[in-house]
């Protein structure tokens, strides 16, 4: 069974620097043609991609937010990390991991997703 | 261009089918994959590539795309299939994903 899950802080303040923790089962992240993505959602907002890195180390950021986010893998302990500096209360959300499937030049999809962490950024 | 766009909400009749639309540029190059979140839970993918369902999606759910806009079709909607759905996909460069702004299905 494939799992994901993440962790860290469910407090942070502005201007402080967020780091997650997606901790994967039931694959590795050195398999082909898959990574792990991070997607985050605002309270009753849209879904909205951040960042992912695949088995090759090929990794791609949100446009919007690239200078802020670094994304980085542990093959060994089954974990993905990602920072996000200067943090500001519009970052409050629920941050998700996902696994992320490379379909060739033409698509991917995120299957399975873990169940999310709250982040709220408030002094 | 960067954008997938969704009606924000639809409805459908019970048992009746329903398409739900996502439209963008990249479309014309990249398929669509399909997420249906119900409150207070993560989103499930429910269609990826050309039209492929992952195990334990319910044949009722299917997806299409022509031009510069993917669909997302339930036929024969059932009461458990009221959700958001969310279109993601590539953006024109290819080089980042993207999210549509999510429709709000209700099954009446």
């Known amino acids: 069974q494939v799992t994901l899950k993440e962790s860290g802080p469910v407090l942070v303040k502005p201007t402080e620097t967020l780091t997650l923790t997606c901790t994967v089962s039931?694959?590795?992240?050195?398999?082909?043609?898959?990574?792990v993505s991070w997607i985050r959602q605002p309270p009753g907002k849209a879904l909205e991609w951040l960042a992912h890195?695949?088995?090759?180390?090929?990794?791609s950021y949100s446009a919007s937010l690239r200078s802020r986010l670094t994304i980085s893998k542990d093959t060994s302990k089954s974990q993905v990390v990602l920072t996000m500096t200067n943090m500001d209360p519009v970052d409050t959300a629920t941050y998700y991991c996902?696994?992320?499937?490379?379909?060739?030049?033409?698509?991917?999809?995120?299957?399975?997703w873990g169940q999310g962490t709250l982040v709220t950024v408030s002094s | 261009s960067s954008e997938l766009t969704q009606d924000p909400a639809v409805s459908v009749a019970l048992r009746q089918t329903v398409r739900i639309t996502c439209q963008g540029d990249?479309?014309?190059?990249?398929?669509a994959s399909w997420y249906q979140q119900k409150p207070g839970q993560a989103p499930v993918l429910v269609i990826y590539?050309?039209?492929n369902r992952p195990s334990g999606i319910p044949d009722r759910f299917s997806g299409s795309t022509s031009g510069n806009t993917a669909y997302l079709t339930i036929a024969g909607a059932q009461a458990e299939d009221e959700a958001d759905y969310y279109c993601?996909?590539?953006?024109?460069?290819?080089?980042?994903?993207?999210f549509g702004g999510g429709t709000k299905l209700t099954v009446l």
């Open positions: 996902a696994r992320i499937w490379y379909g060739g030049n033409r698509y991917n999809w995120f299957d399975p």
């Open positions: 039931g694959f590795s992240l050195s398999n082909t043609e898959m990574g």
């Open positions: 890195i695949f088995w090759n180390d090929d990794i």
């Open positions: 990249s479309l014309r190059s990249y398929y």
């Open positions: 590539g050309k039209n």
């Open positions: 993601n996909s590539r953006d024109s460069s290819g080089n980042h994903l993207i």
